[in-house]
Nanobody
Framework: QVQLVESGGGLVQPGGSLRLSCAAS????????MGWYRQAPGKQRELVAT???????DYAESVKGRFTISRDNDKKTGYLQMNSLKPEDTAVYYCNGRATTWFEPARELDYWGQGTQVTVSS
């Protein structure tokens, strides 16, 4: 099995910054596209940003210019640097990764982390 563990959430004032991390562990052979999603209370989960294994990125319009997604393939870890945070960025942030395992190196499956709370408030 593959586990994705997020860290780095917390409480920050408007205009502040946070860096989220998502580490893949367990029987992981290779991680392909990684993404960050978020879900605010009463709203549907939405895509924030994605990054391919080769480093191609894509962002939601609402975070362009403020958030940066990156990854370290050797460490099987993804990151989301969030700057100029706004109250509307408050949500639970989830990491998603498409990965294969050592047991089935040709079978790609999607995995999710448990989520980390980000609260932007003064």
């Amino acid at each position: 099995q593959v586990q994705l563990v997020e860290s780095g959430g917390g409480l920050v004032q408007p205009g502040g910054s946070l860096r989220l991390s998502c580490a893949a562990s367990g029987n992981v052979f290779r991680v392909f596209t990684m993404g960050w999603y978020r879900q605010a209370p009463g709203k549907q989960r939405e895509l924030v940003a994605t990054i391919t294994r080769g480093g191609t990125t894509d962002y939601a319009e609402s975070v362009k210019g403020r958030f940066t997604i990156s990854r370290d393939n050797d460490k099987k870890t993804g990151y989301l640097q969030m700057n100029s945070l706004k109250p509307e960025d408050t949500a639970v942030y989830y990491c998603n990764g498409r990965a294969t395992t050592w047991f089935e190196p040709a079978r790609e499956l999607d995995y999710w982390g448990q989520g980390t709370q980000v609260t932007v408030s003064s």
